[in-house]
């Protein structure tokens, strides 16, 4: 268990549809990140929020839409969905900066979506 | 430019053998972190090894080490006497400025590694 907590693990739905991804990060992390990975792709950076706020923004799509609350969770919504939208999304956290491993980027187990 | 280039897309070891993994990097930060991520076809993401900047010696973790060339900007991933479990995807990543909390991480397109028997 990495400590950092993803739901669901899968879920499948239909085209045109809108779902909601939910991470918990580990405790102490202030930072989220959203990744999206398609099959057999590379991790495409959307989105990362520190300690409540934006702080950077990747490749989302405007059908796609995060928020960081005030209780450090985040949520990853996602609408109109299309076939292409099929992938492993991952949340990931981080801790503090500093010279040191604790730095490091601990993901969850990531949440598989299928649109069919 | 690419943050993190890795040039292999697949690569094959025998069995107890040790292998490299190729990354080099592109930064103008003197302050930055180095990482390796093995995602085995199962999809979690498991973190490897981490070498600062500012680190001296080249970092081990068991099989892992990690060959930190700053001059080169290379930070190449050696595993030795390989598993047939090391079979996995390995990613390389960085992230600059490590003294801002809220900075990103630049990863790589990855290497496919295959143990073969």
């Known amino acids: 268990d990495s400590g950092v907590t993803q739901t669901p693990k899968h879920l499948i739905t239909a085209t045109g549809q809108r779902v909601t991804l939910r991470c918990s990060p580990r405790?102490?992390?202030?930072?989220v990140y959203w990744y999206q990975q398609s099959l057999d792709q590379g991790l495409q950076f959307l989105i990362q929020y520190y300690n409540g706020e934006e702080r950077a923004k990747g490749n989302i799509l405007e059908r796609f839409s995060a928020q960081q609350f005030p209780d450090l969770h985040s949520e990853l919504n996602l609408s109109s969905l299309e076939l292409g939208d099929s992938a492993l999304y991952f949340c990931a956290s981080s801790a503090q900066g500093g010279l040191s491993g604790a730095n490091v980027l601990t993901f969850g187990a990531g949440s598989r979506l299928t649109v069919l | 430019a690419q943050k993190i280039t890795q040039t292999q897309p697949g690569m094959f070891v025998q069995e107890k053998e040790a292998v490299t993994l190729d990354c080099t990097y592109d930064?103008?930060?003197?302050?930055?972190?180095l990482f390796w991520y093995k995602q085995p076809s199962s999809g979690e993401m498991i973190f490897l090894i981490y070498?600062?900047?500012?680190?001296?010696q080249n970092a081990t973790e068991g099989r892992y080490s990690l060959n930190f060339q700053k001059a080169r900007k290379s930070a190449n991933l050696v595993i030795s006497a390989s598993q047939l479990g090391d079979s996995a995807m390995y990613f390389c990543a960085m992230r600059e400025g490590l003294y801002d909390p809220g900075n990103q991480f630049y990863f790589g397109t990855g290497t496919s590694l295959t143990v073969i028997p």
């Open positions: 930064t103008s930060d003197p302050s930055y972190g």
């Open positions: 070498q600062g900047s500012y680190d001296q």
């Open positions: 405790s102490g992390d202030l930072s």
